[in-house]
């Protein structure tokens, strides 16, 4: 499971990272990003959802609408960037309309907060317009012949339970505002989505809910025609039990007598070493369970038939992650 | 004292007492808050179903439950109408129904219910109304609080309430403070200034100011065509027209519902799992909750790693475990895994008995499985009414 073909391919320029809250998407962003950057490539890591993850992850500022440099690395470089509906219309006016004051007027108003709210999906066409200018845009102000400005743009995009949506918004978008540059951008976005240089990674953990929205999202995002990338399984743990114990913890076939005695011969048997016996057992017990269910779930997971690969649990758990975390994950990807 | 020594000094903080909660009749709604991902719904579920085995006559609207946990409260469909649950052990008058909330559908009735049935077709086909009613972030906060009114109002023949309690689950969000924003923001969205500034040149009266404010919507709405394209505009424009007769209604009903969920028959239990973003937004609505004087019960850590042999730490058990015999060297590592998680999320935790005023916690062990049908959720229920509070930390920085 160590090659990851699309993950690291240098043709895929937009990598959109999905999966269920809580499932470390935003974690597994970074360390993509990070592992494209080491291969000496600039890549923008960007987030839409206003939550400054990344921020928090590389212990910095909050990230702003302009990119951010992150990390630096001999040729490669990592750019962090938050994308703000708000802004993101504000700019579009003036691009388009040259409305710098009235713009925000506008705002004042409230018929920015109107459009970014509320206009059905408008907030979502606006990211995504702002993710498609991240991956198009070339250095210098010319079009055309210079190279692209990013070598990859890494989305750390809204969970599984929206991405469908969220990705697919410029084809509705595009069907609901008729005429406009709001129209005609969306074309162009839906393009890019589609297209061959796109991928859209699924993040999940071995447990129930997680690898459910997965399976609902890899039917949703296919029916949509949106290109799969990776499945990347985080936070897997290494099997602590061999063949042997698993069956016996569950069949439940101990020899209780025989772990206290060795308890005690270790000096860790306590007052009753029988009853810290069973209690450890009962652990052990509980594990097997675990490792049952992680099973039947990771045969779920592979019969979607996605390139997989598996990101071991850090020691620092969960939410407790930084940037060292992100370095770690990275080398596995690598 | 500075805040830092106070908290040295606490010993555990209160505990949320769950049983003297259910059992108090003078409370009427339960609501379960938290952010996503922390075991909100099985924790709402299983609070209704021990308030139904307590005596209670109590309904539990889910969100967005996880297939298997509907699956055993006996909900195949969302049908947005509440069911009774098979398999419970009632005791006296208790009853247990279960709904999953179905937005649109809700919003739907909302209208059908307030205009004439023409005006009603209408709206209902329009397309800025059906964007709204199942895509506007915030739509099904505002739905879950227009249930729970709805609810709230059903009778029995006798003309008495058909539930004595009803428990909420909260829409899946990222921050738990959406429930309490959204229905603000869709009810200050659709009784908004720039709606009547869309809607004034339909309606411009004869009033030299109708006129100036209809020339500046007039611009505006020249701009919102171009951005978005004219047919959008002309869709919010006869969406908002038919929605005349209930205009201001909205924001009005969205503060009559924050008002109930302020008032004393509400109970606001907020869900945390031990993870550090969990817990940071569990304090963040335990704040808000406090700081808008909401009636808050208190905080359940769900999900927390325990362990009967904790005594035996993590560091000492890997020590020994190599000179252990293969067989009780796994076992050995297993304990360990454990109580070392243990530990991190003791530590996670124990910020929550740093709040103040000092908030009352208790605390649910995770179980080896997920929580799927009606036997494993009475034992969440039993969990929540025997937990500890949550421990502050032990260990000094």
Request: a negative charge; charged letters at 25%.
């Amino acid at each position: 499971m160590r090659s990851v073909p699309d993950l690291l391919d240098p043709r895929v320029r937009l990598h959109v990272v999905t999966g269920k809250g809580g499932t470390g998407k935003t974690t597994v962003a970074a360390a993509l990003g990070l592992a494209l950057a080491r291969r000496g490539r600039r890549v923008l890591l960007m987030e839409v959802e206003g939550r400054q993850g990344l921020a928090r992850l590389f212990d910095v500022d909050p990230l702003g609408y302009a990119p951010t440099p992150l990390v630096r690395l001999g040729d490669g470089e990592l750019l962090g960037l938050a994308v703000d509906a708000k802004a993101a219309l504000l700019e579009y006016l003036d691009v388009f309309y040259h409305l710098g004051r009235a713009g925000r007027t506008l705002d004042r108003i409230g018929a920015v907060d109107f459009a970014t709210t509320i206009a059905p999906g408008l907030r979502d066409v606006l990211l995504t317009g702002k993710v498609y200018d991240a991956v198009r845009t070339r250095q210098g102000s010319r079009r055309g012949d210079t190279p692209y400005e990013y070598d990859h743009v890494v989305l750390d995009a809204p969970p599984t339970g929206r991405i469908g949506n969220f990705l697919n918004v410029n084809a509705v978008g595009a069907g609901l505002a008729k005429v406009g540059p709001i129209h005609t951008q969306a074309v162009s976005v839906m393009k890019v989505l589609r297209s061959q240089t796109t991928r859209v990674h699924l993040v999940s953990l071995l447990e129930d809910m997680p690898v459910q929205e997965t399976t609902d999202a890899v039917t949703e995002l296919r029916d949509l025609g949106l290109p799969l990338g990776s499945l990347v399984l985080n936070q897997v743990r290494p099997p602590l039990l061999d063949a042997d114990m698993l069956t016996l913890a569950t069949e439940q076939r101990w020899d209780v007598a025989a772990l206290a005695e060795d308890l005690t011969s270790l000096g860790v048997g306590g007052r009753h070493p029988r009853s810290r016996a069973e209690g450890l057992l009962e652990e052990v017990r509980d594990h097997a369970l675990r490792v049952e269910r992680e099973g039947e779930l990771r045969e779920r997971l592979l019969a979607l038939d996605l390139p997989t690969v598996e990101l071991p649990q850090l020691p620092a758990g969960r939410g407790g992650l930084d940037d060292s975390g992100v370095h770690e994950l990275a080398d596995e990807l690598a | 004292m500075s805040p830092r020594s106070r908290a040295k000094a606490a010993g555990p903080g209160p505990r949320l007492d769950v049983d003297a909660l259910l059992d108090d009749p003078s409370v009427r709604v339960v609501v379960c808050c938290g952010s996503g991902g922390v075991g909100k719904t099985t924790v709402a579920a299983a609070l209704a179903l021990r308030a139904a085995e307590r005596g209670r006559r109590a309904v539990v609207l889910t969100i967005d439950p996880a297939r298997r946990l509907a699956q055993s409260l006996g909900l195949s469909e969302l049908d947005n109408t509440p069911r009774p649950v098979d398999g419970v052990r009632t005791t006296g008058e208790g009853s247990l129904d279960a709904m999953m909330l179905d937005m649109k559908r809700t919003f739907d009735e909302v209208v059908e219910a307030h205009a004439t049935p023409e005006k009603a077709e209408q709206m209902l086909a329009n397309p800025f109304y059906q964007a709204l009613s199942s895509s506007f972030a915030g739509t099904q906060e505002y739905m879950a609080m227009e249930k729970l009114g709805q609810l709230r109002a059903v009778t029995d023949p006798d003309g008495r309430e058909r539930w004595d309690l009803i428990v909420v689950d909260t829409p899946p969000s990222r921050s738990a403070l959406d429930f309490l924003d959204a229905p603000e923001r869709l009810g200050s969205f659709l009784d908004g200034r720039l709606i009547r500034l869309l809607l004034a040149p339909a309606k411009a009266g004869g009033r030299a100011y109708v006129r100036v404010l209809s020339s500046i919507a007039g611009g505006v709405t020249g701009v919102m065509n171009r951005i978005l394209g004219a047919q959008v505009l002309t869709d919010v424009q006869t969406f908002v027209a038919a929605f005349d007769t209930m205009f201001g209604g909205f924001r009005e009903r969205a503060q009559h519902t924050y008002a109930l969920l302020a008032g004393e028959g509400t109970a606001f239990v907020v869900v945390a799992a031990p993870e550090g973003d969990a817990v940071r937004e569990a304090g963040f609505f335990v704040d808000r909750l406090q700081a808008e004087g909401m009636p808050l019960a208190g905080v359940v850590v769900n999900r927390m790693t325990t362990s009967t042999e904790a005594a035996l730490d993590s560091d000492r058990t890997l020590e020994v475990a190599d000179q252990a015999p293969p067989g009780t060297r796994q076992v050995l590592w297993v304990h360990a895994r454990r109580v070392r998680r243990l530990e991190a999320e003791r530590e996670v935790a124990a910020r929550l008995t740093r709040l103040h005023p000092p908030v009352p916690t208790v605390v649910a062990p995770a179980r080896p499985l997920d929580v799927t049908d009606l036997e494993s959720l009475r034992g969440v229920g039993d969990d929540l009414s025997t937990g500890p509070a949550v421990s502050p930390r032990t260990t000094t920085p």
